[in-house]
C-alpha cells in the first residue's frame, strides 16, 4: 500500500524586508538630525576661522610691516615641521568642504521642511519662521558670492587695483579706498552677523546644549559673539574710508 505523505501547506509570502542603508555614517547623513548636526559641526569650524581672521584683520592698526608679516605667517603656518604653504591648503580644502556640507545640508533640509508642512502655519507662527528663513536663506547666498568676491580680491587679486603679491596691506587699503567695494563689505558684515546670530542658537539646539536655564546665556552669547565679530570687521574698510589707515 502506498504511503502517501500529507501536503503542507505553502508558507505564507514573507513581507517584504525593510531596505537595509549601506553603512551608519550613510544613515546619519541622510537623517534628518545628521544634516542638523552636520551644519552644526561645519558652522563651528567657519567660525572659530572667522574668530580668528578679524583678530588677524585688526594688526592693520599697527601698520604695514605688522599687518604683512601676519598674511604671510598665514600662508606659512606649521613651517618648519610643515612645508610651505601645506597647512594653507589643508585649511583651504577644510573650509570649502564645511561650506559644501553646510550650503547642502541647508538646501536638502529646507526642501524636506517643505514637503514635511501638511497645512501651513498660523499667521504669527508664519511670520517669525519666515524671518528667520529669509534671513537664513538670503543671508547665506550674499556671504557665497561675498566669499567668491572676497577670493578674487585679496586671495587671487584679480580685482584688486594694487594686487601686489606679499603686500596685504597695500592691497587691502587700495581696496576699501573705493566707497562700494566698502558698501559691499558692510552688506556682506552685517549678513555675517545676523548669519552667525540665529545659527548658534540653531545649533546648540541641535547639538542638544540649550535648557531652559542656559537659554537667556546662550542667546546673549550669540548676540555678543555676532556683534563683536561684524563690528571688528566692519573697523577695516570704514578706517580705510575714513583716513586712518592710509
Ligand atoms: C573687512 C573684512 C575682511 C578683511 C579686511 C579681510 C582680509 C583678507 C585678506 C587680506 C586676505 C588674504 C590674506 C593673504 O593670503 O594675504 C583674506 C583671505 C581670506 N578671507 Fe578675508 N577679510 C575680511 C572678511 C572675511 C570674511 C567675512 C570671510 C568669510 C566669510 C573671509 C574669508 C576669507 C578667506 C576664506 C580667505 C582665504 C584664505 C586663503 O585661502 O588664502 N574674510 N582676507
Known amino acids: 500500500m502506498a504511503v502517501t505523505t500529507p501536503t503542507r501547506p505553502a508558507p505564507a509570502a514573507r513581507p517584504p524586508r525593510p531596505k537595509r542603508s549601506s553603512s551608519a555614517p550613510l544613515n546619519f547623513w541622510r537623517s534628518t538630525i545628521g544634516k542638523k548636526t552636520v551644519m552644526a559641526v561645519t558652522g563651528a569650524l567657519m567660525l572659530l576661522f572667522l574668530i580668528v581672521h578679524m583678530l588677524g584683520n585688526l594688526k592693520i592698526f599697527f601698520g604695514p610691516t605688522d599687518f604683512d608679516h601676519y598674511a604671510h605667517w598665514l600662508r606659512t603656518i606649521g613651517e618648519p615641521v610643515l612645508h610651505?604653504?601645506?597647512?594653507?591648503?589643508?585649511?583651504?580644502?577644510?573650509?570649502?568642504?564645511?561650506?559644501?556640507?553646510h550650503v547642502v545640508s541647508a538646501y536638502q533640509l529646507s526642501r524636506r521642511?517643505?514637503?514635511?508642512?501638511?497645512?501651513?502655519?498660523?499667521?504669527?507662527?508664519?511670520?517669525?519662521?519666515?524671518?528667520?528663513?529669509?534671513?537664513?536663506?538670503?543671508?547665506?547666498?550674499?556671504?557665497?558670492?561675498?566669499?567668491?568676491?572676497?577670493?578674487?580680491?585679496?586671495?587671487?587679486?584679480?580685482?584688486n587695483r594694487h594686487g601686489v603679491e606679499g603686500a596685504a596691506y597695500d592691497n587691502v587699503v587700495s581696496s576699501f579706498s573705493v566707497w562700494w567695494v566698502?558698501?559691499?563689505y558692510i552688506v556682506a558684515m552685517l549678513s555675517l552677523g545676523l548669519h552667525i546670530q540665529h545659527g548658534f542658537w540653531s545649533a546648540a539646539q541641535t547639538l542638544g546644549v540649550n535648557r531652559p536655564s542656559r537659554d537667556r546665556a546662550l542667546k546673549a552669547t550669540a548676540t555678543t559673539l555676532a556683534v563683536l565679530l561684524t563690528a571688528g570687521f566692519i573697523v577695516v574698510p570704514v578706517a580705510v574710508l575714513a583716513g586712518l589707515v592710509d
Do not use: E
Open 182 to 184: 566698502t558698501v559691499i
Open 113 to 159: 521642511d517643505l514637503k514635511a508642512r501638511p497645512t501651513k502655519y498660523v499667521h504669527h507662527q508664519r511670520a517669525r519662521a519666515s524671518y528667520a528663513t529669509h534671513i537664513m536663506r538670503y543671508g547665506g547666498i550674499t556671504l557665497a558670492l561675498f566669499i567668491v568676491y572676497h577670493l578674487l580680491d585679496f586671495t587671487t587679486l584679480t580685482l
Open 84 to 101: 610651505g604653504a601645506w597647512f594653507l591648503w589643508i585649511m583651504r580644502v577644510g573650509l570649502g568642504l564645511a561650506v559644501i556640507l
